[in-house]
């Protein structure tokens, strides 16, 4: 497939900021977001919504039961979010994020070596699809003989990925 440069590209600093999750308990996915994956909670509105993130940030995640209070996962064939991937700044920190998913016994949907990255696979208790995932080095990124990413898809070895020092 060859690459179509966008006729009016944008500019290369713009970001996606946060993702808003619907779902049915709030504090059972504060408990998931914060209490297993780690991040803080910014702040709350009442019992029905509440802002998450890492760092000091306003919010990576918004989760709020506004449409969703007590309301299941969207049944398999439907149409909306596939997953929210979520990225961690060295390979040291997302082992660390697969050791707080192992010690919570939360279950792997997959794990994958993309080539320009690494990543986990799973579910928040909602059923959303989460991918916790870091980027290796841009100079690193397998490349085909025009130059353009030749990304693929290798089953990611957990076992190396878990050898890695804990984070300082």
Known sequence: MTRQPSPRPLNPEVRIGHVHLKVADLDRSLGFYCGIL??????????SAAFISAGGYHHHIGLNTWESLGGSPPPSGS??????????????????????LLDARVPLEGASDHGVSEALYLRDPDGNGVELYWDRPRDTWPRDADGGLAMFTRRLDLGGLLAEPKPA
């Open 38 to 47: 780690g991040f803080e909670l910014t702040q709350r509105f009442d019992p």
């Open 79 to 100: 149409t909306g979010l596939y997953h929210v991937a979520i990225l961690y700044p060295t390979r040291a920190e997302l082992a660390d994020a697969l050791r707080r």
